[in-house]
Protein backbone atom coordinates (compact mmCIF):
# COMPACT_ATOMS: atom_id res chain seq x y z
CA UNK A 1 0.00 0.00 0.00
CA UNK A 2 1.60 3.23 -0.71
CA UNK A 3 1.19 6.72 0.52
CA UNK A 4 -1.52 8.94 -0.52
CA UNK A 5 -0.69 12.27 -1.11
CA UNK A 6 -3.09 14.70 -2.55
CA UNK A 7 -6.81 13.83 -1.48
CA UNK A 8 -10.28 12.31 -3.22
CA UNK A 9 -10.05 13.91 -6.40
CA UNK A 10 -11.36 10.72 -7.95
CA UNK A 11 -10.07 8.26 -10.39
CA UNK A 12 -8.49 10.58 -12.15
CA UNK A 13 -5.46 10.90 -9.50
CA UNK A 14 -4.55 7.28 -9.52
CA UNK A 15 -4.59 7.71 -12.99
CA UNK A 16 -1.45 9.61 -13.02
CA UNK A 17 0.46 7.33 -10.91
CA UNK A 18 0.75 5.22 -13.67
CA UNK A 19 2.33 7.19 -15.66
CA UNK A 20 2.10 9.10 -18.84
CA UNK A 21 2.16 6.20 -20.98
CA UNK A 22 -1.42 5.21 -20.12
CA UNK A 23 -3.71 7.85 -22.20
CA UNK A 24 -6.85 6.31 -21.65
CA UNK A 25 -8.77 2.81 -21.49
CA UNK A 26 -11.86 1.42 -22.40
CA UNK A 27 -14.57 -0.93 -21.19
CA UNK A 28 -15.53 -4.12 -22.14
CA UNK A 29 -18.84 -5.97 -20.92
CA UNK A 30 -18.43 -9.63 -21.66
CA UNK A 31 -20.90 -12.50 -20.67
CA UNK A 32 -18.23 -15.11 -20.42
CA UNK A 33 -15.74 -13.37 -18.53
CA UNK A 34 -16.02 -14.61 -14.74
CA UNK A 35 -13.93 -11.22 -13.21
CA UNK A 36 -12.04 -8.37 -14.53
CA UNK A 37 -9.22 -8.55 -16.32
CA UNK A 38 -6.99 -6.14 -18.10
CA UNK A 39 -6.04 -5.99 -21.88
CA UNK A 40 -3.45 -4.06 -23.24
CA UNK A 41 -2.90 -4.24 -27.22
CA UNK A 42 -1.05 -2.57 -30.05
CA UNK A 43 -4.25 -2.03 -31.38
CA UNK A 44 -6.93 -1.19 -29.20
CA UNK A 45 -4.96 0.08 -26.25
CA UNK A 46 -5.97 -0.72 -22.22
CA UNK A 47 -9.11 -2.33 -22.16
CA UNK A 48 -10.46 -3.31 -18.94
CA UNK A 49 -12.98 -6.62 -19.68
CA UNK A 50 -15.49 -7.10 -16.90
CA UNK A 51 -18.55 -9.26 -16.35
CA UNK A 52 -21.79 -8.39 -16.99
CA UNK A 53 -22.96 -6.45 -13.44
CA UNK A 54 -19.69 -5.18 -12.79
CA UNK A 55 -19.69 -2.52 -10.46
CA UNK A 56 -17.38 0.42 -12.43
CA UNK A 57 -16.38 2.25 -10.03
CA UNK A 58 -14.39 -0.40 -8.62
CA UNK A 59 -12.33 -0.20 -11.89
CA UNK A 60 -9.91 3.36 -10.88
CA UNK A 61 -8.69 0.89 -7.64
CA UNK A 62 -7.99 -1.90 -10.38
CA UNK A 63 -5.99 0.26 -12.50
CA UNK A 64 -4.04 1.31 -9.35
CA UNK A 65 -3.44 -1.82 -8.41
CA UNK A 66 -2.16 -3.13 -11.54
CA UNK A 67 -0.21 0.09 -12.78
CA UNK A 68 3.01 -2.02 -12.44
CA UNK A 69 1.71 -4.15 -14.91
CA UNK A 70 -0.27 -1.19 -17.10
CA UNK A 71 3.71 0.67 -17.41
CA UNK A 72 5.51 -2.34 -18.44
CA UNK A 73 2.28 -3.27 -21.21
CA UNK A 74 2.56 0.10 -22.17
CA UNK A 75 6.04 0.08 -22.85
CA UNK A 76 5.89 -3.04 -24.60
CA UNK A 77 3.02 -1.99 -27.33
CA UNK A 78 4.13 1.10 -27.63
CA UNK A 79 7.65 -0.45 -28.89
CA UNK A 80 5.61 -2.70 -30.88
CA UNK A 81 3.48 0.15 -32.68
CA UNK A 82 6.98 1.82 -33.30
CA UNK A 83 8.20 -1.22 -34.74
CA UNK A 84 5.23 -1.72 -36.98
CA UNK A 85 5.26 2.08 -38.16
CA UNK A 86 9.08 2.19 -39.02
CA UNK A 87 8.95 -1.49 -41.09
CA UNK A 88 8.45 -1.22 -44.24
CA UNK A 89 5.22 -2.96 -45.04
CA UNK A 90 5.97 -6.77 -46.90
CA UNK A 91 4.01 -7.28 -49.95
CA UNK A 92 1.99 -10.22 -51.22
CA UNK A 93 2.77 -12.20 -54.48
CA UNK A 94 -0.54 -13.79 -54.48
CA UNK A 95 -3.67 -12.52 -52.81
CA UNK A 96 -6.95 -14.82 -52.15
CA UNK A 97 -10.44 -13.10 -51.91
CA UNK A 98 -12.28 -16.44 -50.77
CA UNK A 99 -15.46 -14.46 -51.34
CA UNK A 100 -15.29 -13.91 -54.44
CA UNK A 101 -13.64 -17.63 -55.35
CA UNK A 102 -10.14 -15.50 -56.90
CA UNK A 103 -6.57 -15.35 -57.03
CA UNK A 104 -4.18 -12.96 -57.50
CA UNK A 105 -1.03 -13.78 -58.88
CA UNK A 106 0.90 -10.07 -58.07
CA UNK A 107 3.99 -8.76 -59.94
CA UNK A 108 5.76 -6.04 -58.88
CA UNK A 109 7.08 -3.81 -61.77
CA UNK A 110 9.49 -0.48 -61.23
CA UNK A 111 8.74 2.43 -63.29
CA UNK A 112 11.51 5.32 -63.29
CA UNK A 113 9.07 7.74 -64.30
CA UNK A 114 6.50 6.98 -61.67
CA UNK A 115 8.78 7.98 -58.75
CA UNK A 116 9.90 11.60 -60.06
CA UNK A 117 7.02 13.15 -58.55
CA UNK A 118 3.99 11.66 -60.01
CA UNK A 119 0.81 12.16 -57.70
CA UNK A 120 0.82 8.44 -57.36
CA UNK A 121 3.58 6.37 -56.56
CA UNK A 122 2.48 2.80 -57.71
CA UNK A 123 -0.73 1.57 -59.44
CA UNK A 124 -2.03 -1.81 -59.41
CA UNK A 125 -3.68 -3.29 -62.46
CA UNK A 126 -5.48 -6.37 -63.28
CA UNK A 127 -4.26 -8.02 -66.30
CA UNK A 128 -5.47 -11.35 -68.09
CA UNK A 129 -4.97 -15.09 -66.26
CA UNK A 130 -5.44 -13.64 -62.60
CA UNK A 131 -2.43 -11.26 -62.73
CA UNK A 132 -2.10 -8.60 -60.84
CA UNK A 133 0.90 -5.97 -61.37
CA UNK A 134 2.35 -3.02 -59.32
CA UNK A 135 3.61 -0.68 -61.59
CA UNK A 136 5.78 2.34 -59.44
CA UNK A 137 8.31 2.63 -57.17
CA UNK A 138 9.38 -0.40 -56.00
CA UNK A 139 11.58 0.89 -53.44
CA UNK A 140 8.68 2.75 -51.87
CA UNK A 141 6.64 -0.37 -49.91
CA UNK A 142 4.17 1.65 -48.56
CA UNK A 143 2.96 3.39 -51.74
CA UNK A 144 2.76 -0.18 -53.34
CA UNK A 145 0.83 -1.20 -50.42
CA UNK A 146 -1.79 1.77 -50.74
CA UNK A 147 -1.95 0.80 -54.33
CA UNK A 148 -3.14 -2.57 -53.36
CA UNK A 149 -5.58 -1.21 -50.57
CA UNK A 150 -7.25 1.31 -53.41
CA UNK A 151 -7.46 -1.81 -55.61
CA UNK A 152 -8.67 -3.87 -53.17
CA UNK A 153 -11.26 -1.31 -51.94
CA UNK A 154 -12.46 -1.15 -55.61
CA UNK A 155 -13.06 -4.95 -55.84
CA UNK A 156 -14.58 -4.80 -52.94
CA UNK A 157 -16.80 -1.67 -54.35
CA UNK A 158 -17.80 -3.41 -57.65
CA UNK A 159 -18.68 -7.14 -55.71
CA UNK A 160 -20.27 -6.32 -52.04
CA UNK A 161 -22.75 -3.38 -53.66
CA UNK A 162 -23.96 -6.35 -56.03
CA UNK A 163 -24.10 -8.82 -53.02
CA UNK A 164 -25.88 -6.71 -51.13
CA UNK A 165 -28.78 -5.82 -53.59
CA UNK A 166 -29.12 -9.38 -54.17
CA UNK A 167 -29.34 -11.19 -51.16
CA UNK A 168 -31.46 -8.13 -49.79
CA UNK A 169 -33.78 -8.38 -52.93
CA UNK A 170 -34.18 -12.27 -51.77
CA UNK A 171 -35.15 -11.89 -48.24
CA UNK A 172 -37.48 -8.71 -48.54
CA UNK A 173 -34.81 -6.00 -46.91
CA UNK A 174 -34.88 -1.97 -47.98
CA UNK A 175 -31.44 -0.69 -47.34
CA UNK A 176 -30.39 3.32 -47.92
CA UNK A 177 -26.92 4.12 -48.94
CA UNK A 178 -23.75 1.74 -49.21
CA UNK A 179 -20.28 2.39 -48.23
CA UNK A 180 -17.44 0.75 -48.98
CA UNK A 181 -14.31 1.14 -46.22
CA UNK A 182 -10.99 -0.48 -45.83
CA UNK A 183 -11.06 -0.43 -41.69
CA UNK A 184 -9.19 -2.47 -39.23
CA UNK A 185 -12.14 -2.00 -36.37
CA UNK A 186 -15.44 -3.55 -37.94
CA UNK A 187 -16.72 -5.68 -40.43
CA UNK A 188 -20.17 -3.75 -41.02
CA UNK A 189 -22.78 -1.22 -39.73
CA UNK A 190 -25.88 0.23 -40.23
CA UNK A 191 -26.90 3.44 -39.50
CA UNK A 192 -30.62 4.59 -38.18
CA UNK A 193 -30.76 5.90 -41.72
CA UNK A 194 -30.50 2.44 -42.55
CA UNK A 195 -26.95 3.19 -44.50
CA UNK A 196 -24.61 0.50 -44.23
CA UNK A 197 -20.97 0.28 -44.65
CA UNK A 198 -19.11 -2.50 -45.49
CA UNK A 199 -15.20 -3.25 -44.53
CA UNK A 200 -13.31 -4.24 -47.66
CA UNK A 201 -11.62 -6.96 -45.82
CA UNK A 202 -14.99 -9.06 -45.91
CA UNK A 203 -13.43 -10.15 -49.50
CA UNK A 204 -11.23 -12.79 -47.41
CA UNK A 205 -13.67 -14.58 -45.82
CA UNK A 206 -15.41 -17.23 -47.15
CA UNK A 207 -19.05 -16.29 -49.10
CA UNK A 208 -21.09 -17.65 -46.38
CA UNK A 209 -19.75 -15.91 -43.64
CA UNK A 210 -20.01 -12.72 -45.65
CA UNK A 211 -24.13 -13.62 -46.23
CA UNK A 212 -24.07 -13.68 -42.22
CA UNK A 213 -22.43 -10.57 -41.95
CA UNK A 214 -24.88 -8.86 -44.46
CA UNK A 215 -27.93 -10.62 -43.39
CA UNK A 216 -26.87 -9.08 -40.09
CA UNK A 217 -26.59 -5.79 -41.36
CA UNK A 218 -29.80 -6.01 -43.18
CA UNK A 219 -31.72 -7.08 -39.81
CA UNK A 220 -30.23 -3.83 -38.14
CA UNK A 221 -32.68 -2.15 -40.87
CA UNK A 222 -35.96 -3.57 -39.31
CA UNK A 223 -34.67 -3.94 -35.01
CA UNK A 224 -31.77 -1.16 -34.63
CA UNK A 225 -30.31 -3.09 -31.88
CA UNK A 226 -29.13 -6.90 -30.64
CA UNK A 227 -32.52 -7.72 -28.59
CA UNK A 228 -33.88 -10.75 -28.45
CA UNK A 229 -35.88 -10.06 -31.46
CA UNK A 230 -32.98 -9.13 -33.45
CA UNK A 231 -31.53 -12.28 -32.81
CA UNK A 232 -34.93 -13.91 -33.51
CA UNK A 233 -34.86 -12.41 -36.99
CA UNK A 234 -31.62 -12.91 -37.50
CA UNK A 235 -32.45 -16.58 -37.23
CA UNK A 236 -35.34 -16.56 -39.44
CA UNK A 237 -33.02 -15.71 -42.19
CA UNK A 238 -29.98 -16.76 -41.63
CA UNK A 239 -30.92 -20.20 -39.61
CA UNK A 240 -27.38 -20.91 -39.29
CA UNK A 241 -26.18 -17.85 -37.51
CA UNK A 242 -24.20 -19.27 -34.52
CA UNK A 243 -22.24 -21.01 -36.17
CA UNK A 244 -21.83 -18.56 -38.51
CA UNK A 245 -20.91 -16.09 -35.89
CA UNK A 246 -18.30 -18.32 -34.04
CA UNK A 247 -16.67 -18.42 -37.97
CA UNK A 248 -16.81 -14.93 -37.96
CA UNK A 249 -14.84 -13.90 -34.49
CA UNK A 250 -12.11 -16.19 -35.62
CA UNK A 251 -11.75 -14.95 -39.60
CA UNK A 252 -9.19 -11.89 -38.23
CA UNK A 253 -6.79 -14.64 -38.81
CA UNK A 254 -7.98 -14.92 -43.01
CA UNK A 255 -7.15 -11.16 -43.42
CA UNK A 256 -3.51 -11.34 -44.58
CA UNK A 257 -0.74 -9.89 -42.45
CA UNK A 258 0.63 -7.61 -45.37
CA UNK A 259 -3.02 -5.27 -44.68
CA UNK A 260 -2.05 -4.66 -41.17
CA UNK A 261 1.37 -4.22 -41.74
CA UNK A 262 3.25 -0.64 -41.59
CA UNK A 263 1.00 2.84 -41.25
CA UNK A 264 -2.50 2.09 -41.67
CA UNK A 265 -2.74 4.07 -44.89
CA UNK A 266 -6.04 6.14 -43.93
CA UNK A 267 -6.01 7.91 -46.64
CA UNK A 268 -6.88 4.72 -49.36
ZN1 LIG B 1 -25.22 -5.76 -35.10
Not at 4 to 15: I, L
Not at 178 to 192: E, K
Request: aromatic share 6%; charged share 30%.
Amino acid sequence: MGSHRGSKTGGRDEFCSVGDCLPSYAVRISVRARRARLVMSAAGGLEIVVPQGFDTARIPKLIHDRRDWIARAAQRVEKERRRLREEPPRLPDRIVLSALGETWEVQYRSNEACSAGAVRRAVARESAGGRLTVTGDLGDAQACKEALCRWLRRKARESLGLWLAEISGRHGFEYGRVTVRLQRSRWASCSPRKAISLNARLLFLAPEIVDHVLLHELCHTVEMNHSPRFWILLESHDPEYRAHRRLLRAAGTSVPTWLDHGPSGRQV
